[in-house]
């Protein structure tokens, strides 16, 4: 069993920046597949970025079309922890962030269906 903390959400204001935690505990990460979802009040959740790590320095990354070039994500193994750095943030980035990981890799990543553990998740609120 893996239990998942989010931490690092906020208020900004448009154009600044946030970097989102999720820590684990119970088992590490390992070569698991960790998830970033977002969902904002009347819609569902959706697919941020996700990280996988195959040993090594190797690490694969998927981000929304939506995120891509704004938002990176990174994962510290030893700390077991994997983090979502935000930047250019904009009004429609609002939502609660939540971390996801998943025991294996098939499947459709993008679909929030598809990961074993939800963390609690973090408010994020962009200001105009």
């Known amino acids: 069993q893996v239990q998942l903390v989010e931490s690092g959400g906020g208020l900004v204001q448009a154009g600044g920046s946030l970097r989102l935690s999720c820590a684990a505990s119970?088992?590490?990460?390992?070569?698991?597949?960790v998830a970033w979802f977002r969902q904002a009040p009347g819609k569902e959740r959706e697919f941020v970025a996700k990280i996988t790590w195959s040993g090594g320095s190797i690490y694969y990354t998927n981000y929304a079309d939506s995120v891509k070039g704004r938002f990176t994500v990174s994962r510290d193994n030893a700390k077991n922890t994997v983090y979502l750095q935000m930047n250019s943030l904009k009004p429609e980035d609002t939502a609660v962030y939540y971390c996801?990981?998943?025991?294996?890799?098939?499947?459709?990543?993008?679909?929030?269906?598809?990961?074993?553990?939800w963390g609690q998740g973090t408010q994020v609120t962009v200001s105009s």
């Open positions: 996801a990981a998943r025991n294996s890799d098939g499947g459709s990543f993008r679909q929030a269906g598809q990961y074993d553990y």
């Open positions: 119970g088992r590490t990460f390992g070569t698991y597949p």
